[in-house]
Nanobody, 126 residues
Framework: QLQLVESGGGLVQPGGSLRLSCAAS????????IGWFRQAPGTEREGVSCIHSSDGSTYYADSVKGRFTISRDNAKNTVYLQMNSLKPEDTAVYYCAGSIIDLGRLWGSQNEYDYWGQGTQVTVSS
């Protein structure tokens, strides 16, 4: 099984930045596509971004394009989500998830992922 642990969340002012990390263990990390999802209170979990394993293709939700950047360091078994120009509406619990296959246009469907981390809280507030 693939174990995933998120870190890097916290409280930040609007316009600020955070970098989330998703550290993996237990399986060959290189084979997994990794997605980031978020869930705010009273809302459904939504896909934020994804990075494929085969060619490093990246995908973003429209709401974060141009502000968030996903990357992976296979040597460190870690995927990062750099979040810039944060807005109050970015406040949520952020989760990373792993899929053994590259999902293409299905990247934002949480049902396609096999493994999940426990989440890290991001709060954007002045």
């Amino acid at each position: 099984q693939l174990q995933l642990v998120e870190s890097g969340g916290g409280l930040v002012q609007p316009g600020g930045s955070l970098r989330l990390s998703c550290a993996a263990s237990g399986e060959t990390f290189d084979y997994y596509a990794i997605g980031w999802f978020r869930q705010a209170p009273g809302t459904e979990r939504e896909g934020v971004s994804c990075i494929h394993s085969s060619d490093g293709s990246t995908y973003y939700a429209d709401s974060v394009k141009g502000r968030f950047t996903i990357s992976r360091d296979n040597a460190k078994n870690t995927v990062y989500l750099q979040m810039n120009s944060l807005k109050p509406e970015d406040t949520a619990v952020y989760y990373c998830a792993g899929s053994i296959i590259d999902l293409g246009r299905l990247w934002g469907s949480q049902n396609e992922y096999d493994y999940w981390g426990q989440g890290t809280q991001v709060t954007v507030s002045s």
